[in-house]
């Protein structure tokens, strides 16, 4: 007979009896699991009305026009695609100081506001608002014409006439339908100005406001700049979206934009910020907290799975995984159609 032998681990050190069967590693995650009506799926719209153009630099997607939005979201609607976030690309409009196309009857968004409400009553319709598709500088505000001594090649903001132009161009989305107006501009102000706007329009109840509160200066948005052709001009937005290594100004536009009347706060990009994804959760509790897994992000995903480096689906699953775990419970991404099938699947 075997002499018993004490362990000699302590019994705190033991872990994978909690883990062993796949209920067990259910259980064992914090608080939510990823659902379908957590995505958000961003789509982009052309004005050229029979547009399916290839976006090399973001694999997968496309830019889509009116006559072919219909039939492109149809089945994954059917599978289960709730929500989606449209941004406009004026490929031939003409593009003024002001962004006057971002709120003409016929800009793409809102054309593509009429069409989805009719086509998907059931969809919930979210529509970037910025101005920087839209100007003639490419960037997401009105500009000073002072000088900008110090500042040789970047803009000058006008701050408030931003906010209020901002807020024009959102109540108009609202007005064809948006069931949610997302500015993505990062101009001071403008959260309170678009909720008055939306309040002025008799929309304020019928229209939810998402703050790109904590909008980073990434490397991570070069597909995106391809895809919506919203590269600026001259100079770079680093004098309104926020350093890398400020982890405490995005704390304080958190809270800015929490108390201007965003419903819902939103960190972009989400991968390499997941501590602040952590902080919105916890310094807005009440508001549900969002982020974007953008466009530079997925196509690192993607790019390391061509290169045989993981697997596609395990990794898109792991990284999204990552942001609900760090208390994101919206996560707006280009991985949307395969996971309304990932998610039927088991894993
Ligand atoms: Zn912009």
């Known amino acids: 007979m075997s002499e018993f032998k004490a362990p000699q681990l302590d019994v705190s050190s033991i872990l994978h009896g909690g883990i062993h069967h796949p209920t067990l ?4 995650a914090n ?17 050229d009305p029979d547009a399916e153009e290839v976006i090399s630099s973001l694999p997968g997607q496309k830019r889509w026009g009116l006559n072919k939005l219909e039939g492109f979201l149809a089945p994954l609607v059917k599978k289960g695609l709730k929500s ?6 004026p490929m031939k409009m003409e593009k003024d100081a002001r962004g006057s196309a971002a709120d003409d009857p016929s800009t793409p968004v809102i054309q593509a506001l009429h069409l989805l409400s009719k086509a998907f009553p059931q969809l919930m319709l979210t529509v970037d608002v910025c101005l920087c598709e839209y100007t003639s500088h490419g960037h997401c505000g009105i500009l000073s014409s002072l000088p900008n001594p110090g500042h040789s090649n970047q803009p000058t903001i006008e701050m408030e006439p931003s906010a209020q132009r901002i807020a024009e161009v959102a109540v108009a989305y609202a007005k064809a339908g948006a069931h949610c107006v997302a500015p993505s501009d990062m101009m001071d102000g403008r959260i309170r100005a678009i909720k008055l ?8 109840n019928r229209c939810a406001l998402m703050s790109y509160s904590a909008k980073f200066a990434s490397g991570l948005y070069g597909p995106f700049r391809d895809a919506a052709g919203s590269a ?3 100079g770079n937005r680093k004098c309104y979206q926020l350093p890398p290594q400020g982890r405490s100004i995005a704390r304080r536009a958190i809270q800015r934009d929490a108390n201007e009347g965003a419903d819902f706060i939103m960190v972009k990009p989400a991968l390499p910020y997941l501590d602040i994804i952590s902080d919105a959760a916890r310094l807005a ?3 549900p907290t969002a982020c974007y897994q953008v466009s530079g992000e997925y196509a690192m995903v993607v790019a390391g799975a061509e290169k ?16 609900v775990r760090a208390g994101a419970s919206i996560i707006l991404s280009y991985f949307t159609p395969q996971f309304l099938d990932w998610l039927d699947e088991e894993k």
């Open 232 to 234: 600026p001009s001259f």
């Open 84 to 89: 989606v976030i449209l941004f406009g690309v």
């Open 285 to 287: 509790p009440d508001l």
């Open 25 to 28: 590693r259910e259980w064992q």
């Open 31 to 47: 608080g939510r699991t990823l659902t379908k009506s957590m995505f958000i799926y961003p789509i982009f719209i052309s004005d």
């Open 308 to 323: 045989g480096i993981y697997d596609l689906k395990e990794m898109a699953f792991e990284t999204t995984e990552s942001m």
């Open 197 to 204: 706007g939306l309040m002025h329009a008799g929309l304020a």
